[in-house]
């Protein structure tokens, strides 16, 4: 990709076109633009090793487009039909693992809460989590914490399970974490779509 960030030109452009891409009804062009996104956050965080700093300005354009697509696969994995998400569970896995590892490059900010997602400086993953969290319902639930609590353990579980190292690296390293990934986004969405409503 080029044109700079997120923000306009040819990035624009093609930020705008996977973003319908991801609400069509076809599965197959959803998983089209699921590859699409999964490369350029790729792209995002091999750049961003090279340049090591470099053009930091530029890149952070990427950030709020990293973070709608990352709320829009996280609604598509909990709180959407079944059947859409298992359709394009492999490439939705794989475009999340490539935003989890792009978010978790990109600079920190200031979090207000708590463990993962929270607590002094804190990644823009750990940020975009957050902010799913906090629109979460945070009344205790009977015989359990609340909604807002098991998500967070869930999350916790999805980033952390399997020893799993969020980092595009060599070949064969990238293709065994984004498998560890896989296993533990399915387990996500099995447990956090026992709790949570399907909208």
Known sequence: PGGGGGGGGLGGALAEALDLGLGHDSAAVVRESLRGVEGLATWQVQRRQQQQGQEEARQEDWVPIFGRWFRC????????????????????????FALCCALTALPTVTGDGGGLFGGGACSMLQAAVGALLEGTDATPQAGGGSKRQRLAEAFEALLTSGALVLEIGPPDQAQQQRGTFRANLKVFARDSRAFMPIV
């Open 73 to 96: 696969l996280v609604t598509l994995a909990v709180f959407r039909d079944a059947g859409a998400f298992w359709d394009v569970f492999g490439a939705c896995g794989d475009a999340l």
